[in-house]
């Protein structure tokens, strides 16, 4: 743990580590409460699905359009509209009683001014720590992100189950709102610059490891927003406020969140080789493929916890290979782009499972969830010829000029 103790000696790390974390816990919840919202409102999963599906649309295109924004305007003006708007929207789905196709309207605007908070905190962490110690900030950083994906559902589910749907989007609101405000005024930002990418939006796809990167954290955050829904209709049944969720769902996902957290600190910080991300894929993998064997809560919890041990590594090891193949210029539209894929993944896994959920249960869910992992298995062992070995090298981005080749007379 020395390794994580060593972060502390430089300054604003944890501030920036603590409040963005604070900034992107709704991302962790939005997604389940929308389910649960709009099921309780229309009286189906399947309508949930379509705001999900317009949601996803809108975050689609917001990631890497914002990055890139950010580097044009600077990180504070466009991260304080983005998150002032996007809480606006979330009150409005809240409490306004409108038509399906306003709320899927909305939807697409409510991800469109999705703030671009990942982008920003992994774009400057290079810039905050000494190359030596960024695997060990990228690890930390990916621990916590599981308190986002794994834990965001159980204040969720909790606050849904007690309080209501549109209890749980306030809260939302006001962790984005509170937490973006932290972080925006977080000294760092204001000292970091983002230099202007030089080439044209999107160019930065054609570097293969950001399409890789992206691709695998669709599938992978896709696959947890499946399994998160199937665990709250596993239990829903014991929930209060309609029926959504219970007890046993917080304590399950709640496990999951642990596991992931003991993963990330212990192998996230070690050094990537080619089929790393490969072999922590699959224990995830593993795990939620033993949760179609029973859907009782003490199994769910210790099969679950083996598979979160995967969940931050995986993490980890993306945030690594973009900081070792993409010029620093263009790293914040390259997260951009990955936090498109993750946030567009929560919402298509989550409209997914509600149609699943509908048609066969929970345990349909849990299907949806082990067929995206495996789609991210093959996917990253069909590209691991891309994944860099990076026993015993810096972790820093390429030069932003390269080798000018001249003509010979």
């Known amino acids: 743990m020395g390794v994580y103790r060593a972060l502390g000696r430089n300054a604003g790390v944890f501030r920036v580590l603590g409040s963005q974390l604070i900034a992107r816990f709704p991302f962790g919840m939005i997604s389940i409460i929308m389910l649960l919202h709009i099921e309780h409102r229309y009286g189906d999963y399947t309508s949930a699905g379509i705001v999900l599906a317009a949601q996803s649309v809108g975050q689609a295109v917001s990631g890497p359009l914002s990055s890139r924004l950010m580097g044009r305007w600077g990180m504070r003006p466009v991260l304080t509209v983005t998150s002032i708007l996007c809480a606006s929207l979330l009150l409005v789905v809240a409490y306004a009683a409108l038509p399906l196709v306003v709320v899927a309207v909305t939807a697409v605007f409510l991800g469109l001014t999705t703030p671009p908070i990942t982008p920003a905190v992994r774009t400057i962490y290079p810039r905050l720590v000494p190359s030596s110690q960024l695997s060990a900030l990228f690890s930390l950083d990916a621990a916590a992100q ?8 159980v204040v969720a589910v909790f606050v849904s189950s007690q309080f209501g749907t549109a209890a749980g989007l306030t809260v939302a609101a006001a962790f984005m709102v509170v937490g973006g405000a932290w972080f925006i005024m977080s000294p760092p930002l204001g000292r970091v610059k983002l230099v202007a990418p030089k080439r044209g939006f999107g160019a930065v796809l054609r570097i293969p490891t950001v399409v890789i990167t992206t691709v695998i954290s669709f599938f992978f955050v896709a696959s947890f927003a499946a399994l998160e829904a199937a665990i709250v209709a596993a239990f829903a049944g014991t929930g209060t406020a309609g029926g959504h969720g219970s007890i046993e769902s917080g304590v399950v996902l709640a496990v999951f969140a642990a596991g992931s957290l003991v993963g990330g600190l212990l192998v996230g910080h070690r050094e990537l080789r080619p089929w790393s991300l490969t072999l922590r894929v699959l224990l995830v993998l593993a795990g939620t493929v033993a949760c179609l064997v029973s859907l009782d809560m003490w199994w769910l919890c210790v099969v679950l916890f083996i598979g979160g041990l995967g969940t931050a590594p995986v993490f980890a090891a993306i945030s690594n290979i973009i900081a070792v193949t993409v010029k620093f210029s263009e790293t914040a539209e390259a997260y951009g782009w ?11 896994g989550a409209a997914l499972a509600g149609v699943a959920i509908d048609v066969s249960g929970a345990g349909g869910a849990i299907w949806v969830s082990a067929c995206l992992l495996a789609a991210c298995l093959l996917f990253a062992v069909a590209t691991v010829r891309w994944v860099p070995d990076l026993r015993g090298r810096v972790i820093e981005p390429p030069p932003e000029t390269g080798a000018l080749a001249l003509p010979l007379n």
């Open 338 to 348: 990955i936090g498109t894929g993750q946030l567009v993944g929560v919402a298509a």
């Open 146 to 153: 599981e308190l986002i994906w794994v834990a965001g559902p």
